[in-house]
């Protein structure tokens, strides 16, 4: 294809890019656009089975490096199997297969600006598109305020079998530090191993170095000992606490925007993937009728997601605004003694009235009074 006359042309070449055009290449032409020279590098990007459906797990499964019949939880008083399958995608999995198709192309530059039917370089080169995207990261907006996830992690090669069959996804047996901290565990094989240091906080700053220690120092009090660090990744994740859609839409330009750049995440998790998804298979459906029927099927969907994601900004508040920095294990740690079909509908952003009703009921984990504030926010958002 020539990278001047595109079907669909994406500003960014991140998760949300890379997944729109698995999904509709061979159909259309795509340009992915990005002016970092491998925006997949030094990613991992994980889901839930309950997180996407067999259809969209069917397209998706070219570029899944690993999967897991499970996964573990632990806490100082509390440790689960969990049976919910686990799958992971990283830069080599999604870059391999993103390469190998012949209808979509990789631009290194910088967009300058862009409009509904195509984008404007830092160098004046203008390409014209069926369709453009917007699909550059995240950026801070008036509209909404979120907390932290942040993250670094090592994929590590130790000397000796490390024992895991399955995934942690929290081990919070470690020292709180700067809210609430836990290890992240990916096993890809019997030796090979990603171990995230992990915390849920209120300022973005991550020490690299004091985090690289705290993984060593970890490793070795499980006995394991290792012999390569194959790579590194960092992360800061926003968790969204308030959001008001309406007039985040109203700011944002008439065309198509995926990605963190729709704020499109899961508001307490932070994961992304399942949203990235469901854009694409949007994408694949609208494309051909023009930019303005992407973009108000992509604002439609991100409207409604808005509207059923009030719970979980709830759920934030109250780990952020009611639970004391050093207490917010303790909330995360009664989440995992729920029943495991409310967890899985957690994760997939489809908790039921009972689901709801069953988190918020009992004893809270944080002080009545805060928590109490934290409801009546929820009944002043407005109406996404």
């Known amino acids: 294809m020539t990278t001047l006359s595109p079907d669909i042309a994406i ?18 032409r795509v340009l992915l656009i990005d002016q970092r020279p491998d925006p997949l590098t030094g990613h991992t990007w994980s889901f839930h089975d309950g997180d996407i459906d067999a259809a969209q797990r069917a397209w998706l499964a070219p570029a899944i490096r690993r999967t897991w019949d499970g996964q573990d939880v632990r806490f100082p008083g ?10 992971s995608l ?41 369709v453009a995207i917007d699909a550059r990261g995240f950026r801070p907006h008036p509209a909404i305020e979120v907390r932290f996830q942040k993250f670094l992690g090592q994929e590590i090669r130790l000397a000796a079998p490390h024992g895991l069959t399955r995934p942690v996804i929290m081990d919070a047996t470690v020292p709180q530090q700067d809210g609430y901290r836990f290890f992240y565990l990916l096993p890809f094989d019997d030796t090979r191993l990603l171990v995230e240091d992990t915390f849920y906080s ?37 968790i969204t606490l308030r959001f008001d859609a309406d007039a985040f839409w109203k700011d944002m330009p008439d065309i198509p925007a ?18 990235a998804v469901r854009s694409a298979d949007l994408i694949a459906r609208h494309w051909q009728q023009g930019p303005r029927a992407v973009a108000h099927a992509l604002r439609r969907d991100s409207l409604a997601d808005a509207r059923a994601q009030g719970f979980y900004r709830l759920l934030s508040r109250m780990l952020f605004e009611a639970a ?61």
Request: net charge positive.
């Open 11 to 28: 500003a960014g070449a991140g998760l949300s890019a890379s997944l729109a055009a698995l999904r509709v290449a061979p159909a259309a």
């Open 78 to 87: 509390h440790a689960r199997q969990l049976r919910s399958g686990y799958a």
């Open 90 to 130: 990283d830069a080599d999995s999604l870059g391999a297969v993103v390469a190998g198709l012949p209808n979509i192309t990789v631009l290194n530059a910088r967009v300058a600006f862009m409009d509904p039917q195509g984008v404007t370089l830092s160098d004046g080169r203008r390409i014209e598109a069926g």
């Open 202 to 238: 209120d300022a973005a700053h991550l020490s690299a170095d004091r985090q690289r220690t705290a993984i060593a120092d970890y490793v070795a009090a499980k006995g394991w000992q290792i012999a390569a660090v194959e790579r590194e990744e960092t992360g800061v994740l926003p």
């Open 258 to 275: 995926i990605g963190l750049r729709a704020l499109r995440f899961h508001p307490l998790t932070g994961y992304s993937l399942p949203h």
């Open 324 to 384: 004391a920095p050093d207490e917010r294990r303790r909330v995360m740690e009664r989440f995992y003694r729920l029943p495991e079909p409310l967890i899985e509908r957690f994760y997939a952003g489809q908790s039921t009235l009972a689901d709801k009703a069953r988190i918020l009921t009992g004893r809270p984990p944080v002080p009545v009074s805060k928590a109490l504030r934290c409801l009546s926010d929820t009944l002043k958002e407005r109406p996404a």
